[in-house]
């Protein structure tokens, strides 16, 4: 039978059955044979209980007498099961694992297989395998497959049905991996793969079917990235230039800067630069730490464009950075681009402007039947925007496809730069302006608020001139992207509690209810200095670039990810002196401490991003818009060495030779 047939043509299968494997994603034959087992049970060395020897892996059948838990004098959580069978008893131990006195009970008949020891001076398996006796009667002298299981779906029917199905229809399975690929990089085929996963009769191939399914997806991965890129490069840009058309003019501009670009940033331009010489557009990724100085560059881009006639369209995620670029941009373009202007966003007080170089929010998108043809549009904090927004404004009917560049202060592990941003060419400011120092970072217990208020005290008024502020950021209680009532409250009454902690020193409150022009304001005092605590809700708003903000205090720091700390961190300490980042947290999950702590010895963006994906996968740490790696099945995103095998794999398929 085809393995595109509904799961129901299974012998066994039915249609209250194929209900309850649509919960497992299974509604074909072929969905059928790519759920793989999630583990094996080895049942291979059957043996009487009275032979259960030593040192040795055995497995064994027999009737539970007895199951308990109880605690070890270190607090960890043991399960005790006594099992019998005619030749005698022994003791199975599992730790932690403590719902087992409830999914086995005295009487049941399990088969259970590991080695065996010794435990308080009785012969025992340590943390056995198991699994119930089956009708089937499967469960001994083989290897068993455990599959991922949901309500009424068990191994053991899982394991009948895939019988089954096998028996049916895997004479259809057909080679899906080009041969020469199969033969260069020496993987399974198909069919052996799905075989030995599935019917294992020892482990030796095992891992070799693992690995064929990983490859075959990352390629998938990668085939699509060659794809988009290909189909990219298709497009004839707005504009190109002649070599060194504009050196001149980019050098005045450069030279009349109040600083000298750091290397990294001159590297960048030169990027910029000869993206602008090929006939496709550009599509440049831009990712430097927070206060590495991208702005510049964004303008240096911006005024390039202006030169060739085209104007340029710079969108930001919030009101607050959306004003500041419009500043920056302003003060560095001031003498050399005509229009600068400035869209803001609230649609009450919408003001629309036309200009050379168009600044905004999510207005810009809103707002793009206004728009004029852009030459290049600039996206800050690219991830803040969905794949839809972003698409809209480069996008545009009747109008061809500008430059693209996008900016982005979360760091990019090599592994997700190969895969998700495979399409795109990527330059990293890995160098901050001179004279920044590390912030200095603790992970803080909650009760040690008081001290640290004291601290932040003393410092204020301990200190002269430039007297240095102090940002604490509240996350949002319950994880959603936006900002509840509940949100305001909670930080409304810490407000109201800091002012009374702080009655000599000025403190403010910004959160997402305010109106962009308190906001504004708020912020704009913060920045010249009239304030000196700043508390708010929101991590985006406090983008601010503020000369003398020194401490920064995270609350409930576990909610963040590592990229993210580190991003708000670097908000303080931007004028070289010392800065300061507690990160308070009431966890006592040694997981979350842990990585917390990477914090205090870690500075470097990159590293603390790594760190994060290992521990906690691409979904949690890159979010929902990052389509693709999120859902990997087979293969792990932070396999860089088979990321760069299917990345040639699919080159070598892609060429036409
Ligand atoms: P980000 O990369 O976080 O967007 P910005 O572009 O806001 O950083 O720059 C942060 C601060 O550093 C700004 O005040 C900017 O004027 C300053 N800056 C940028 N480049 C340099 C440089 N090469 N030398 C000194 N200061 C710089
Ligand atoms: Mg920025």
């Known amino acids: ?39 094996y049970l080895d049942f291979r060395n059957a043996v009487p209980i ?65 080695n065996v020891g010794w435990w308080a001076k009785k012969k025992a398996i340590i943390a056995p395998m198991w699994q119930k006796e089956s009708p089937e009667g499967d469960g001994l002298n083989t290897i068993l497959p455990i599959y991922p299981e949901t309500e009424g779906v068990t191994s053991a029917w899982l394991r009948k049905i895939t019988k089954n199905a096998w028996d049916s229809s895997s004479n259809q399975i057909n080679e899906t991996m080009p041969e020469r690929i199969i033969d260069k990089y020496d993987l399974l085929s198909l069919p052996r793969t799905l075989e030995t996963l599935h019917f294992p009769k020892d482990f030796s191939n095992v891992k070799k079917a693992h690995y064929r399914l ?118 560095i373009l001031k003498e050399k681009v005509s229009h600068i202007a400035l869209v803001s966003g609230s649609k009450k007080t919408d003001s629309f402007e036309l200009g050379d170089i168009i600044i905004g929010t999510h207005a810009l998108f809103h707002q793009r039947e206004k728009l004029p043809e852009a030459g290049l549009v600039i ?38 730069a190969l895969t998700v941003y495979g399409d795109q060419d990527l330059s990293l400011i890995d160098e901050l302006p001179p004279g920044r120092k590390p912030v200095k970072t603790w992970v803080v217990e909650d009760h040690k608020h008081e001290k640290a208020y004291q601290w932040i005290h003393d410092q204020v008024l301990s200190t002269q001139k430039n007297k240095p502020q102090t940002l604490i950021v509240y996350p949002l209680i319950d994880d959603s992207e936006h900002e509840s009532m ?39 005092q913060f920045r010249s200095g009239e304030i000196d605590i700043l508390i708010s809700t929101s991590v985006v708003e406090v983008g601010i670039d503020a000369p003398n903000a020194t401490i920064i205090i995270v609350e409930n720091a576990e909610r963040f990810g590592l990229a993210t700390l580190h991003q708000l961190r670097g908000r303080v300490g931007r004028r070289g002196q010392q800065g300061y980042c507690f990160l308070f947290s009431g966890t006592d999950d040694e997981l979350t401490l842990q990585r917390l702590k990477a914090m205090e010895t870690h500075h470097n963006g990159l590293k603390l991003a790594e760190i994060d994906l290992e521990l906690r996968g691409p979904g949690q740490v890159f979010g929902t818009q990052q389509h693709g790696v999120g859902e990997l099945r087979f293969a792990k995103i932070t396999d860089l060495d088979l990321i760069q095998k299917t990345r040639d794999a699919a080159k070598i398929t892609s060429d036409p030779n």
Do not use: C
């Open 50 to 114: 009275k032979q259960a020897t030593v040192d040795e892996t055995v497995s064994i059948t027999g009737e539970i007498w007895e199951i308990s838990n109880a605690f070890t004098r270190r607090g960890k959580k043991i399960t005790t099961a006594v099992i019998s069978d005619e030749s005698g008893t022994m003791e199975l131990i599992w730790f932690n694992q403590t719902y087992l006195t409830k999914a086995i009970q005295p009487g049941d008949v399990i088969h259970a297989a590991g």
């Open 214 to 331: 990983s490859f075959e997806e990352m390629f998938h991965l990668q085939q699509e990235a060659l794809r988009r890129r290909a189909e990219w490069d298709q497009q004839e840009s707005v504009f190109f230039l002649q070599k060194d058309q504009f050196n001149k003019e980019v050098d005045q501009l450069i030279e009349s800067l109040p600083f000298t670009l750091t290397s990294a940033q001159t590297h960048v331009v030169e990027d910029v630069y000869a993206d602008f010489l090929r006939k496709s557009p550009m599509n440049r990724l831009v990712q430097g730490d927070v206060g590495s100085g991208k702005t510049v560059v964004a303008a240096i881009a911006a005024y390039i464009t202006y030169l060739a006639g085209y104007p340029t369209f710079l969108m930001a995620p919030t009101e607050v950075l959306a004003q500041q670029h419009y500043q920056t941009i302003s003060s």
């Open 1 to 39: 039978m085809d393995i595109s047939a509904s799961i129901t043509s299974v012998t066994g299968v039915g249609e209250k059955s194929a209900e309850k494997l649509e919960r497992l994603g299974i509604l074909t034959i072929e969905d059928l044979f790519y759920h793989i087992p999630s583990r």
């Open 486 to 524: 509940a949100d305001v409250k909670a930080a409304t009454t810490e407000f109201e509690y800091l002012q009374h902690v702080f009655s000599d020193l000025r403190v403010e409150l910004l959160h997402g209810r305010l109106k962009p022009t308190e906001k504004n304001t708020i912020v704009e």
């Open 379 to 416: 996206i800050d904090e690219q991830h803040k925007f969905g794949v839809e927004q972003r698409a809209q404004l480069v996008f545009r009917e009747g109008h061809r496809t500008p430059h693209i560049m996008t900016m982005t202060a979360t760091p990019i592990p090599r592994s997700l």
